[in-house]
């Protein structure tokens, strides 16, 4: 052993005969290499008690089972590649190596992996996820948003330093160099991933309208890996997420054949990474060629036009009003003419009318004028002013007046004469 304290030679430490005098140190390391040497690599399940995670970043936990307990270390770069988080009462499967920690010569193990125990335990959990979900209405086709036809900007959560980003911002330079993409690099596998994805779906959704960091669809996933690499992707705060994201997002993880919670609670699946790219945007060749077929399209309506209208043109100069205008002028001046003779004579027998009716009312006027009578040898009567018009309104010495038609005189009623 390295660093040890001599010691006489004599009878080895498993000599029956003569026991050699070790101190504490020795004794413990010794019992630490015989356990490593004899039981190497082990794989034990149990269920898990004690567990607890200090600012180091290392998980220390128990595991037990009826009879018996072991206690287990995972080392902080192990701990933080974990696709579950450890709790009290699971029961796990450990992969590691049997030791003794020295300082306090306690037998434990050191874990370097760590998973559900039980047979489809994976799948068990993600059964029960997907059961909860649905009957909360998470992947109800109602809440499903429809991807922008020609989005302005696109953002991605994934790896940073994965080949299925790379693979996204290849086919998205090639199919829509117009694009703006926002590349938002997350952790996608381990503790802390799914806290990780789902805070980057609400980062951008909490960027105000119109903001120039605020993509019109996300596109949320990674490249292909085993179930466990791919759990951060059937955690509910991912879904959840995804669910309350007012920006349409389509996932995008793994292979074809594999199935995430968020693949049925995002708007649109895709099978891979770049299938999400091909999804999210045109191709500019298919836009090319849309382009050319409504430039072709619209020469065509332009010249069917030019075509009627050119027929009409030649329609009108075949016209007998086109080519005979003196004949159409001298008919409109003839129409004018019998127009104005026919006003002529309406006028005329409008004043002969109009004279009639005068002299009518001329005659009707001569026949009520008062001195016509006077001109005729009568006269008339006053008395104080007022008209007299009977001989038994008069008495004996009354002054009159009598109106002639050239004057009037002044008269006095006499006594009637005797008989």
């Not at 128990?62 to 988080?85: H, I, N, P, S, Y």
């Not at 959560?157 to 086919?171: C, E, M, P």
């Not at 065509?300 to 009627?308: F, I, P």
């Not at 003839?334 to 003779?341: G, P």
């Amino acid at each position: 052993m390295n660093n040890r304290r001599s010691r006489p030679e004599g009878p080895s430490l498993f000599d029956p005969a003569e026991p050699a005098i070790l101190s504490v140190r020795e004794l413990v390391r010794d019992l630490k290499e015989a356990v490593e040497r004899g039981f190497g690599h082990v794989r034990v399940e149990g269920e898990l008690s004690n567990v607890r995670r200090p600012a180091s970043g290392h998980c220390y936990f128990t595991l037990k089972d009826a009879d018996a307990q072991l206690r287990c270390v995972m080392w902080r770069f192990r701990a933080g590649a974990l696709f579950f988080e450890p709790r009290d009462g699971l029961l796990v499967r450990a992969h590691g190596e049997v030791s003794i920690y020295e300082r306090r010569g306690d037998l434990q193990m050191i874990v370097e992996r760590l998973e559900p125990a039980g047979e489809g335990a994976l799948q068990q959990a993600f059964e029960a996820l997907k059961e909860k979900l649905r009957r909360e209405g998470l992947f109800n086709a109602a809440h499903k948003k429809p991807l922008p036809p020609y989005p302005e900007a696109i953002g991605i959560v994934t790896s940073g330093s994965g080949a299925a980003l790379h693979d996204v911002l290849s086919i998205l330079e090639r199919r829509y160099p117009l694009v703006r993409v926002l590349v938002c690099p997350v952790q996608v596998q381990g503790l802390g991933a799914a806290a990780a994805i789902a805070e980057a779906i609400a980062a951008f959704n909490a960027l105000p309208p119109g903001d120039p960091l605020r993509p019109d669809v996300l596109i949320v996933g990674r490249g292909g890996g085993s179930a466990e690499d791919l759990w951060a992707f059937n955690e509910e705060p991912v879904a959840r997420a995804i669910f309350a994201s007012e920006i349409p997002i389509v996932s995008a993880v793994g292979h074809e054949t594999d199935v995430s919670i968020a693949d049925f609670v995002a708007d649109v699946r895709a099978a891979t990474p770049s299938m999400a790219a091909e999804l999210v945007v045109p191709d500019r060749r298919d836009l090319i060629a849309a382009v050319r077929g409504a430039r072709d399209a619209l020469r065509s309506a332009m010249q069917r036009r030019l075509m009627q209208h050119r027929q009409h043109i030649r329609h009108l100069v075949r016209s007998y009003a086109f080519n005979r205008p003196p004949d159409r002028l001298r008919q409109e001046q003839q129409r004018l003419d019998d127009l104005t003779d026919r006003l002529h004579r309406a006028m005329h027998q409008r004043l002969q009318d109009r004279r009639r009716a005068l002299a009518h009312l001329e005659d009707r006027l001569h026949a009520l004028d008062p001195e016509r009578p006077l001109r005729q040898g009568y006269a008339r009567i006053e008395r104080h002013g007022q008209r007299v018009r009977n001989a038994a309104d008069l008495r004996p010495d009354d002054a009159v007046t009598l109106h002639f038609h050239d004057g009037a005189r002044r008269a006095r009623i006499e006594p009637d004469a005797s008989p």
